[in-house]
């Protein structure tokens, strides 16, 4: 009988990373007496913690010092094996690299992550997955562009400064020092399909989250707006409709226009890097998980994602998953493909306690785990 485990949960946000909730899982199982083996692959669905996943995996962190959201320098990482590297654009411009008194939602920029696309491709990234979640930037990716060496003229001639709001005054761009990117294969890891513009697009759903007034809103607007058309009659195609291009501020918009990138969900992405479909063969059950296991959560969340390639493994696997809280109903679980799910909010009501005290109640719900599942 098949008798191992796989542990693939995602970050509880707040509290504890994915690896760490594996790290817990897997002790909490050796401490409730299971001793067949156990498997650590952390998963992530395209936001912070994707270059974290990766490197779980067998990949390799490269660190640098990029131009962080509001111009002071940061170290971020992206990961690399073999001619494929991981891009997190939360790693230079996340909003977890900014104070909440120091969100800039009208000049935040997004050229760390064209910084980061150079360094790989210069180390001879050939595939290159661009995870496109949890930034601090609403620019359009416009700061990628100028990173990779496009120039952004205002209406006075002189270059224009960083941010979303900016882009209102943009009379001209250059990209004839652009480099020479054709040769490399883009992936945008993300699973918004929302358009670049409009009441959907990326100012107006996303751009509160970073701390944009609606009078911020607007402008921002105003801005991609502007941006949008100046560099679609530059490059000759039209990308601002297309889903996914109001990921990550606008992204998204970048990375389909001037790099060609396809858009795959994040979890499908990673899963296929981590050779999941391999991992599950021979597998007992399954154990993921992530923060809050919610509505939002049935909408190409991590643990749905895998959840599903599990149930489509020959033979099926079965999935139990692990939250902080579950506020979904059994049918939901269900339908989502687990077959159980764990919150610690079962062990301990208070939510403060549990974020504090996550990793040894972890353990003690991965206790409840084997004693249901394993025994």
């Not at 946000?13 to 692959?41: D, H, I, N, P, Y």
């Not at 006075?156 to 004839?176: I, K, N, V």
Request: glycine share 14%; aromatic share 4%.
């Amino acid at each position: 009988m098949a008798d191992r485990v796989l542990l693939a949960p995602d970050k509880f946000k707040g509290s504890l990373r994915a690896t760490e909730v594996a790290a817990r899982l897997s002790a909490g199982l050796t401490r409730a007496g299971f001793r067949a083996e156990v498997v650590s692959l952390p998963v992530a669905d395209g936001g912070d913690g994707t270059v974290d996943a990766a490197v779980s995996a067998g990949y390799r962190r490269v660190e640098l010092e990029v131009r962080g959201p509001v111009g002071r320098p940061v170290t971020a990482a992206f990961a690399l094996l073999d001619e494929t590297a991981v891009v997190e654009a939360a790693q230079a411009c996340g909003l977890t690299l900014l104070a909440p008194d120091e969100l800039a939602p009208l000049t935040a920029t997004s050229r760390g992550v064209g910084e980061l696309i150079l360094a790989a491709t210069r180390m001879g990234a050939k595939r290159l997955v661009l995870a496109v979640g949890g930034v601090a930037t609403t620019d359009g990716g416009a700061g990628l562009l100028q990173a990779l060496g496009a120039r952004l003229i205002g209406e006075s001639g002189s270059g224009l400064p960083p941010g979303g709001a900016e882009l209102a005054r943009l009379a001209t761009l250059d990209l004839s020092q652009v480099a020479d990117l054709s040769g490399v294969e883009f992936l945008l890891a993300s699973d918004v399909n929302n358009p670049l513009l409009g009441p959907s697009g990326a100012a107006a759903v996303y751009g509160p989250q970073k701390g944009a007034s609606p009078r911020d809103v607007k402008l921002l607007e105003a801005g991609l707006a502007r941006w949008a058309d100046v560099a679609e009659e530059a490059c000759g195609a039209t990308a601002r409709d297309a889903p996914g291009a109001g990921a990550a501020g606008g992204l998204g918009f970048a990375a389909l226009l001037f790099l060609g990138a396809r858009m795959r969900p994040g979890i499908e992405l990673l899963l296929e890097m981590l050779s999941f479909g391999e991992q599950l063969d021979g597998a007992r059950l399954v154990i993921t998980g992530e923060g809050s296991l919610d509505a939002q959560s049935l909408h190409g969340k991590a643990p749905v994602g895998v959840a599903r390639a599990a149930a489509a493994h020959d033979p099926p696997v079965p999935v139990v998953a692990v939250a902080g809280i579950c506020s979904l109903s059994p049918a939901q679980q269900r339908d989502a493909g687990f077959a159980a799910c764990y919150a610690l909010t079962d062990l301990e009501p208070d939510v403060d306690k549990c974020i504090a005290d996550a990793g040894p109640l972890m353990e003690r719900l991965a206790g409840r785990v084997a004693a249901d599942w394993l025994g």
